[in-house]
């Protein structure tokens, strides 16, 4: 069975702080990964995608790693400020799934100032 | 300017009652999605839509019934609405061209009491 999986659940950090975000999923014949930010009422944003062929990809202060051979995707965070406040999705459309995504549970971030 | 809008935002009915969920998008995508997000999180796929006809239907229940008027609709009813079908319901679009590129609309939270 095809699964993602993010840990921790949730995280609460000072403001200022590097944080990392984990994924992993158990198959690693994939077309690519997604991280998304759920904020309440406002529906899923996409931060990032990574191709299958790609090793990171970078936006500000995100930087998402991907390692397919181990399954794993982290999500780095830098500096954090209290507007990355929010649950952090990741999802994956494996390669005979028809390109459905399969998403991970999120990780809710709390900054604290 | 919303790209992807749905309503209502916020859905409390009774058991055995019939309701509508509605989704617009005003990106010219050509693939709209109607998504699941149970009290863990996950979101599952339900059904795809590419140019008003079906492509991916989920194991759903009969009870749910996408309907696309048009491209930019997708509206998803559901009949005899059951306790288990309280969940937050997202909307999605995609050009059919680039899958990767999904925009998601603000969610419905759905409370069947």
């Known amino acids: 069975k095809q699964e993602v999986t993010q840990i921790p659940a949730a995280l609460s950090v000072p403001e200022g702080e590097n944080l990392v975000l984990n994924c992993s999923f158990t198959d690693s014949a994939i077309y690519n990964l997604q991280w998304f930010r759920q904020d309440p009422g406002k529906g899923l944003t996409s931060l990032l995608l990574i191709q299958s062929s790609q090793r990171e990809q970078t936006s500000g202060r995100l930087n998402a790693s991907l390692d397919k051979s181990s399954g794993r995707s982290t999500l780095y965070i830098a500096a954090s400020q209290p507007g990355d406040s929010a649950t952090y999705l990741c999802?994956?459309?494996?390669?005979?799934?028809?390109?459905?995504?399969?998403w991970g549970a999120g990780t809710k971030l709390i900054i604290k100032p | 300017d919303t790209a992807v809008s749905q309503t209502p935002k916020y859905l409390v009915t009774q058991m055995g009652n019939d309701k509508s969920i509605k989704c617009e998008q005003n990106?010219?995508?050509?693939?709209m999605y109607w998504y699941k997000q149970d009290s863990k999180k996950f979101l599952k796929i339900m059904f795809s839509y590419n140019n008003k006809e079906l492509i991916i239907n989920e194991t759903v229940p009969n009870r749910f019934s996408p309907k696309s008027p048009d491209k930019a609709h997708l509206n998803l009813h559901i009949n005899s609405l059951e306790l288990g079908d309280s969940a937050v319901y997202f909307c999605?679009?995609?050009?059919?061209?680039?899958?990767?590129?999904?925009?998601f609309g603000q969610g419905t939270r759905l409370t069947v009491v």
């Open positions: 990106l010219g995508h050509d693939t």
């Open positions: 999605a679009s995609s050009p059919v061209e680039d899958r990767d590129q999904a925009f």
């Open positions: 999802a994956v459309p494996f390669m005979d799934s028809n390109y459905q995504l399969i």
